[in-house]
C-alpha cells in the first residue's frame, strides 16, 4: 500500500508505510495519512451507490416533480403528489445518510468500503419514489 503525505513541509507522494516510518512519521501521521487516501475511493463508492440508485436525469425528474407539486396548495395535493414528497424526502434522507456515512467509512480504515452492511440501506419510499422515474 502506498501512500501521500506532507512531512516537513514537503510532499511525499508513492510511499510506502515503511518507507514513510524511516523517514519519521509517528504511528498517528500514518493513520492520518491512509484515511487521507481512502477518501477518493470511498468517495467514489458512495456516489456508484446513490448514482446506481437514482441516475442524474432520475435526480432532475424528480426534483422538477417536486418543484411543480410544492407549489400547489398542501391541500390542492393529490395523494399520489403527497406520496411523491413523501418519496422524496426519504430519498433526500437517505443522501444525507450516506453523506455521514462517507465520513464516517473514510475515518475508519478497519471499514469495507465495498461491504452493503457499511452503507445505509436504500428506503423503500425512496425505491418507490424512483421507479416512477
Known sequence: ME?????NGRLHQNFTLDNARDLGLTE??????????????????????IY??????????????AALISAKAEDDRSA????????????????TDMRAAYQSISADP???IYDDASWP?????????????
Request: with cysteine; proline share 4%.
Open 52 to 65: 446506481g440508485k437514482a441516475s442524474a436525469e432520475t435526480q432532475m425528474n424528480m426534483a422538477t416533480a
Open 80 to 95: 399520489e403528489e403527497t406520496e411523491v414528497l413523501s418519496g422524496l424526502n426519504d430519498a433526500i434522507g437517505w443522501v
Open 3 to 7: 501512500i501521500t503525505f506532507v512531512h
Open 28 to 49: 498517528e501521521e500514518l493513520a492520518a495519512a491512509l484515511a487521507e487516501g481512502r477518501k477518493p475511493k470511498v468517495r467514489a463508492e458512495c456516489r456508484r451507490r
Open 121 to 133: 440501506p436504500f428506503p423503500d419510499g425512496a425505491r418507490d419514489l424512483v421507479a416512477k422515474f
Open 110 to 112: 478497519e471499514a469495507d
